[in-house]
């Protein structure tokens, strides 16, 4: 079965980086859209970042435009999510995901059929 599996999480200061990744298995990442999702305490999960099966379309929401970059290596079957000039503002539990539907890069979390456990960053001010 697929299981996507993050790890990078932690504590760290506004302004600091972290670099998340999330593992696949039993599936490939070229073969789906991987995205990034995050949900902070009380708030709804939203869309951070997501690249196509092809890697020609990557989307990014605009709160996160300029600081974090998606990637993925397809010879370790991996994606990776770098967080620059972190804020307070972006504490939550972060989740990979993946979707194997026809739209590029979707930003719509119905969209994506298999979920990681999730990775905690928090952004101490």
């Known amino acids: 079965q697929v299981q996507l599996v993050e790890n990078g999480g932690g504590l760290v200061q506004a302004g600091g980086s972290l670099r998340l990744s999330c593992a696949a298995s039993?599936?490939?990442?070229?073969?789906?859209?991987m995205g990034w999702f995050r949900q902070a305490p009380g708030k709804e999960r939203e869309f951070v970042a997501a690249v196509s099966r092809s890697a020609a379309t990557i989307r990014y929401a605009d709160s996160v435009k300029g600081r974090f970059t998606i990637s993925r290596d397809v010879a370790k079957n991996t994606v990776y999510l770098q967080m620059n000039s972190l804020k307070p503002e972006d504490t939550a539990v972060y989740s990979c995901?993946?979707?194997?539907?026809?739209?590029?890069?979707?930003?719509?979390?119905?969209?994506?059929?298999?979920w990681g456990q999730g990775t905690q960053v928090t952004v101490s001010s």
């Open positions: 995901a993946a979707d194997r539907g026809l739209s590029a890069a979707t930003m719509r979390a119905s969209a994506y059929d298999y």
């Open positions: 039993g599936l490939s990442v070229s073969s789906a859209n």
